[in-house]
Nanobody, 123 residues
């Protein structure tokens, strides 16, 4: 069983930055693909970024490529999402997800989820 707890959300002006954190239960961190998804009001949950534990492979949605960076700290069992040049359309609840399978952009492929953290970008 993997438990995930997100933090770091908040209110920021357009063009600003935020760093989200997702703390994972220990021992299970290695071997898991870690991902971030987001869901805006009235919209479906969408893929943002993912990090595959083997080989350091990362993958990003086109909408965030060049602005967001996913990374993980194995010593702290934490995965991060650094978000720069934020736009109002980035406003959403951001969720951390984990799974033993390889990278996928489909939320149905991830078995474990955090509770979410709100990110609001004002114009």
């Amino acid at each position: 069983q993997v438990q995930l707890v997100e933090s770091g959300g908040g209110l920021v002006q357009a063009g600003g930055s935020l760093r989200l954190s997702c703390a994972a239960s220990g021992r299970t961190f290695s071997g898991y693909t870690m991902a971030w998804f987001r869901q805006a009001p009235g919209k479906e949950r969408e893929f943002v970024a993912a990090d595959w534990w083997s080989g350091g492979t990362t993958y990003y949605a086109d909408s965030v490529k060049g602005r967001f960076t996913i990374s993980r700290d194995y010593a702290k069992y934490t995965v991060y999402l650094q978000m720069n040049s934020l736009k109002p359309e980035d406003t959403a609840v951001y969720y951390c997800a984990a799974d033993l399978q390889g990278i996928s952009t489909s939320s149905s492929r991830y078995a474990y989820w955090g509770q979410g953290t709100q990110v609001t970008v004002s114009s």
